[in-house]
């Protein structure tokens, strides 16, 4: 049975920095990727950062791009999302998603196992 399992959410002042953990247990597979999401008040989930782990390859949305870096600690199948320079419009629900192949993607189709979230929320 796999499980996903997110840590590492909390309140942060605008321009600070948060890290998320995902940690994904009974997943096993050679080939997998990891997928971060969040869904704001009033809006539809969005997909944020995807990483697989042949080769490490990563995959950004603009808004975070540049902000965001997901890593991989492939051995333990576990993610990090780190966040820096956070902004008012980043305050969301934060998910992580896992699917067993190697295939970068943001949309939510495709992953077959998720987290129940974290929230993160920036203030002015």
């Known amino acids: 049975q796999v499980h996903v399992e997110e840590s590492g959410g909390g309140l942060v002042q605008s321009e600070g920095s948060l890290r998320l953990s995902c940690e994904v247990t009974?997943?096993?597979?050679?080939?997998?990727?990891i997928g971060w999401f969040r869904q704001a008040p009033g809006k539809e989930r969005e997909g944020i950062a995807s990483?697989?782990?042949?080769?490490?390859?990563?995959h950004y949305a603009a808004p975070v791009r540049g902000r965001f870096t997901i890593s991989l600690d492939n051995a333990k199948k576990s993610a990090t999302l780190q966040m820096n320079n956070l902004q008012r419009e980043d305050t969301a629900v934060y998910y992580c998603?896992?699917?067993?192949?190697?295939?970068?993607?943001?949309?939510?189709?495709?992953?077959?196992?998720w987290g129940q979230g974290t929230q993160v929320t920036v203030s002015s």
């Open positions: 009974g997943l096993d597979l050679e080939y997998f990727a």
């Open positions: 998603a896992a699917k067993g192949r190697a295939e970068l993607s943001l949309y939510e189709e495709g992953y077959d196992y």
């Open positions: 990483i697989r782990n042949t080769e490490g390859n990563t």
